[in-house]
């Protein structure tokens, strides 16, 4: 890692630890500011030690990003499965434009596809969301749009993976993210690593207002601000905001707070891809009555194909739970627990009501 990049990358712990210092004055003085749920309050400590971290190891952020996605460098290396894995992903791409097909980037983490690019389980994700916006005409909407600078925000980005993949796809646009000061370590990083070139604004309390409220944020490729800023960005009106698997782990108020604001500013769609319920927060209610009560939802259902069984695999199948049932009666095996139904996550393309006074 060369001098400039290990200061970028010092500037940017610096910024988030001003950020946590903002919080914690604010929190003192009462003002909600919007902390973490306590479900997530947890996973901010599990990697608060990325902070202290020498500059020349986020070099290697990817092996760190797990803690946001699950998608653990280590899969790759002891899990079987690779076949099935590209299996699934070129099923994924059918009818896809190369263009909007995804790839890890330099420094991902995955199993290797025939062209020597690599894929991840985190690719296989944002690739199904490029794939939603893409059918449903929202990707072209934008992009066809190249004389007029389009503004995205994404409220809770992670790690940037999808900002840095879909920005690229999309061309002209502002990206905004919005997220927890903790998290803002990981996107600001990762995107300036990859995005040399580009123009990225981190937020400071210092130049905030001259950089972001104002006409001056759409100079900016990249704009990264924390969550308890989201208040400022009142005056802009967005064309896509979407929202993955982070709704679900935030309280009902926070929740609330964030859809009205986005009912108020899009002028476009939003998208969500989020559980209704997350059995681990219960600070939370039901997401889908939320969203329904301020946006038109149309939901996104992915038909796999089903696969043909032959004569000889049903026999199989039918004996397999035969012997199964047996040994049960028997007592050579446990009769199986009752399993908590599982809690899917639902894909929502949603349009602001039309008396919520977005403009």
Same mark, same amino acid.
């Given at each position: 890692?060369?001098?400039?990049?290990? $200061?970028?990358?010092?500037?940017?712990?610096?910024?988030?630890?001003?950020?946590?210092?903002?919080?914690?004055?604010?929190?003192?003085?009462?003002?909600?500011?919007?902390?973490?749920?306590?479900?997530?309050?947890?996973?901010?400590?599990?990697?608060?030690?990325?902070?202290?971290?020498?500059?020349?190891?986020?070099?290697?952020?990817?092996?760190?990003?797990?803690?946001?996605?699950?998608?653990?460098? &280590?899969?790759?290396?002891?899990?079987?499965?690779?076949?099935?894995?590209?299996?699934?992903?070129?099923?994924?791409?059918?009818?896809?434009?190369?263009?909007?097909?995804?790839?890890?980037?330099?420094?991902?983490?995955?199993?290797?596809?025939?062209?020597?690019?690599?894929?991840?389980?985190?690719?296989?994700?944002? #690739?199904?969301?490029?794939?939603?916006?893409?059918?449903?005409?929202?990707?072209?909407?934008?992009?066809?749009?190249?004389? #007029?600078?389009? !503004?995205?925000? $994404?409220?809770?980005?992670?790690?940037?993976?999808?900002?840095?993949?879909?920005?690229?796809?999309?061309?002209?646009?502002?990206?905004?993210?919005?997220?927890?000061?903790?998290?803002?370590? +990981?996107?600001?990083?990762?995107?300036?690593?990859?995005?040399?070139?580009?123009?990225?604004?981190?937020?400071?309390?210092?130049? +905030?207002?001259?950089?972001?409220?104002?006409?001056?944020?759409?100079?900016?490729?990249?704009?990264? @601000?924390?969550?308890?800023? @989201?208040?400022?960005?009142?005056?802009?009106? +967005?064309?896509?905001? @979407?929202?993955?698997?982070?709704?679900?782990?935030?309280?009902?108020? &926070?929740?609330?707070?964030?859809?009205?604001?986005? !009912? #108020?500013?899009?002028?476009?769609?939003?998208?969500?891809?989020? #559980?209704?319920?997350?059995?681990?927060?219960?600070?939370?209610?039901?997401?889908?009555?939320?969203?329904?009560?301020?946006?038109?939802?149309?939901?996104?259902?992915?038909?796999?194909?089903?696969?043909?069984?032959?004569?000889?695999?049903?026999?199989?199948?039918?004996?397999?739970?035969?012997?199964?049932?047996?040994?049960?009666?028997?007592?050579?095996?446990?009769?199986?627990?009752?399993?908590?139904?599982?809690?899917?996550?639902?894909?929502?393309?949603?349009?602001?009501?039309?008396?919520?006074?977005?403009?």
């Amino acid at each position: 890692m060369d001098k400039k990049t290990r $200061e970028m990358i010092r500037n940017i712990k610096s910024k988030v630890i001003a950020m946590l210092n903002e919080r914690q004055r604010l929190q003192a003085e009462e003002i909600d500011v919007s902390s973490p749920s306590k479900y997530w309050a947890d996973f901010c400590s599990f990697f608060d030690y990325m902070l202290w971290l020498p500059e020349e190891s986020f070099s290697k952020l990817r092996l760190h990003t797990y803690h946001l996605t699950g998608d653990n460098y &280590q899969i790759y290396y002891f899990a079987k499965g690779a076949e099935s894995f590209r299996a699934a992903w070129e099923e994924l791409i059918e009818g896809i434009p190369c263009d909007y097909v995804l790839y890890e980037p330099q420094g991902g983490i995955g199993f290797p596809c025939n062209n020597s690019q690599v894929i991840s389980h985190d690719i296989l994700r944002f #690739q199904r969301i490029i794939n939603t916006l893409y059918r449903y005409g929202i990707i072209s909407s934008i992009a066809n749009a190249r004389m #007029q600078r389009k !503004a995205v925000l $994404e409220i809770g980005a992670g790690y940037g993976g999808l900002a840095h993949h879909l920005s690229k796809i999309l061309g002209n646009v502002t990206y905004i993210i919005v997220d927890l000061p903790e998290t803002l370590l +990981f996107s600001a990083s990762y995107l300036s690593l990859l995005n040399p070139d580009k123009r990225i604004y981190v937020y400071g309390c210092t130049d +905030f207002a001259e950089s972001v409220c104002s006409d001056a944020i759409t100079s900016f490729d990249f704009v990264l @601000i924390p969550n308890y800023k @989201i208040d400022e960005l009142r005056h802009l009106r +967005f064309d896509l905001v @979407i929202n993955v698997a982070s709704l679900q782990e935030m309280r009902t108020d &926070q929740v609330n707070m964030y859809l009205d604001f986005i !009912a #108020q500013t899009c002028r476009g769609v939003f998208y969500s891809w989020n #559980q209704d319920t997350n059995p681990r927060n219960a600070e939370l209610g039901n997401l889908s009555e939320m969203l329904r009560a301020r946006f038109e939802l149309t939901e996104v259902v992915v038909r796999r194909p089903v696969k043909r069984l032959t004569r000889k695999e049903k026999t199989r199948f039918k004996l397999r739970q035969v012997l199964r049932s047996v040994a049960i009666l028997v007592g050579l095996l446990d009769r199986p627990k009752e399993r908590t139904p599982d809690r899917p996550n639902r894909e929502y393309i949603c349009k602001p009501l039309r008396n919520n006074g977005s403009g």
